[in-house]
């Protein structure tokens, strides 16, 4: 099992920026990946940033350049910074690992964007 512990949403204005951070406890090497989901009302989960244990990196196409996932192996935290934010950023974020047999999920923090 692992836990998956998020922090740093909350309200920010066009323009701003956010760090999210994630902190994995339990069966932490199990994990082969780390990273965020987001979700919109009326919209499906997608992935926003990934970061795999041999240290590939996935972004979505719409936050390249604007958002930064980076892993503290000693405290078994991964975060996410985001920058220039956009109302279309606003969702609730969700913090997911994947392992070998399923994945895991986090709580989830609301990030709202104003215009």
């Known amino acids: 099992q692992v836990q998956l512990v998020e922090a740093g949403g909350g309200l920010v204005q066009a323009g701003g920026s956010l760090r999210l951070s994630c902190a994995a406890s339990?069966?932490?090497?199990?994990?082969?990946?780390i990273g965020w989901y987001r979700q919109a009302p009326g919209n499906e989960r997608e992935l926003v940033a990934r970061?795999?244990?041999?240290?590939?990196?996935n972004y979505a196409d719409s936050v390249k350049g604007r958002v930064t996932i980076s892993r503290d192996n000693a405290k078994n935290t991964v975060y996410l910074q985001m920058n220039d934010l956009n109302p279309e950023d606003t969702a609730v974020y969700f913090c997911?690992?994947?392992?070998?047999?399923?994945?895991?999920w986090g709580q989830g923090t609301q990030v709202t964007v104003s215009s």
């Open positions: 997911n690992c994947e392992t070998y047999r399923t994945n895991y």
């Open positions: 970061i795999r244990t041999g240290g590939r990196i």
């Open positions: 339990g069966s932490t090497f199990r994990i082969r990946a």
